[in-house]
């Protein structure tokens, strides 16, 4: 399998904190991996290192290199790497506005006009996030008339209107019922037959639905990395083993 | 000595509506006695009309014409500098000593007396550089009178846009700039609007720095280089001068309508946008 991510030697600090500690992961092209771990493992603080978005934070220091397609994302312009690779978080953030809006919001960044160009990209992005059926005519309404599952979808939607790379999900269902989190894993099916995706999530189970590579992080540590069967089968380390049998986290 | 609960609940309760009332009471005290005393005087004559024999006579059309100059000059010379000064303290400067400092100067700036900032406008603006009395040393002299009020509304304006959209924004790869011109200050709008309508609200209302600045011309002014006479001030002649109580009452009278419709119109907006973008 091709390498989209090469995460080299990678150590995170906040301050004097450290939260990551000297990672070594390859993350495939078109395929889920899923990050699993208890609270305060890094998981987050991975993503986050992987765009750059705490960039402008004055106690956030890297160590390490993280290359995407044989670039080192430190030559990046930051704003080019976000825009190749996505993110979502954990809750819907929407922008106040109509749907339209939020869906464009990216196109219009970077620099599209076009009002057939945007129209048709919207679309696009909706019935990949499958939401295009739900609000195909209402994309005017205000994004607050969306339930909760609706928005996530929607910031994925979002997303993909800026043609990414990558996505990056931080516990994309956690505040999310059993109904929206199908269908949020549904998109993801689809998905990652053009993206690569990496999705952070505190649900063992939801690791084993999506993952096609699952990696196991525990203080800062990555513990495990391989196929969900191997991992939730026949676990290499203790520690792992614990996790997901409900010891701890 | 105990009071029973209920009627302890009972009697705060009137209290303190009673305080509420009082609070209500004075400001349409006010109200009520400029409208009643100013009122009969006012008719269109008096509106569209100019002053004759020191105001003693006609009407207050120079003064209406030479206040709204002089709060448009205000209002379009510190926004942009207020605004600005908000942004880039809550969004670009790192927080430290120099930010406290100058947090702490427009605090004081906004404590100075409005005498004293007339009494620098008119070193500064009429004398140094020459601008004479006018409207816009008037102008000037005001726009920093009411600069603190629009960079501090302005400022928590800004700080109330959740930090989650900024994050968003950036995710999606938009630069700083973008991000404060497609989300902060959009969402900071109203709040900003407000400062505005605050700073506009002082400087109608103002007369110790405008009559120092700005001068106490009857005349219809030609340009912003010409001296005009605001409303206040054309009130405040009037009565301290004996001239006419019954013109300074009419002048009130129109100068607090006035007010209300400014405020009035600018919540009315305020609402129409909050409602467009909900």
Redesign the interface.
Known sequence: MKTKIAIEKLSYFYGDHQVLKEIDLNIEANATLAVIGPAASGKTTLLHAI?R?NDEL?DARMQGRIVLDDTDTKTLEP??L??RI??I?A?P?V???SIYFNLA??P???GIRNRRKLSDLVEWSLRRAILWDEVQDRLSD?V?SLSGGQQQRL?IA??LA?EPEVILMDEPCSGLDPISTAKIEEAMRELKKDYTIVIVTNNTKQAARTGDRVAFFLGGELIEYGSPEQVFTAPKDRRTDDYIRGRFG | MRIEPRAEQRIMRVALAGLAALTIAVLFFIIGFILKNGLPHVNLAFLIGTPERMGKEGGILPMIVGTFYLVLVAVAIATPLGVGSAIFLHEYAKEGWLVRVVRFGIDCLAGIPSIIFGLFGFVLFVITLGFGWSILSGGLTLAFMILPTIIRTSEEAIKAVPGAYRQVSKSLGAGKWQTIQRVVLPNAFPGILTGIILGIGRSVGETACVIFTAGSSLQMPASVFAPTRSMAVHFYILAREGISMEKAFATAAVLILLILAINLSAYYFMHRFIARLR
Do not use: I
Request: hydrophobic share 25%.
């Open positions: 765009n978005l004055d704003t080019q976000r825009k996505g993110m978080f809750n953030v922008l106040p506005g919001y990216g219009r960044v970077w205000p607050s910031c979002r997303t800026n």
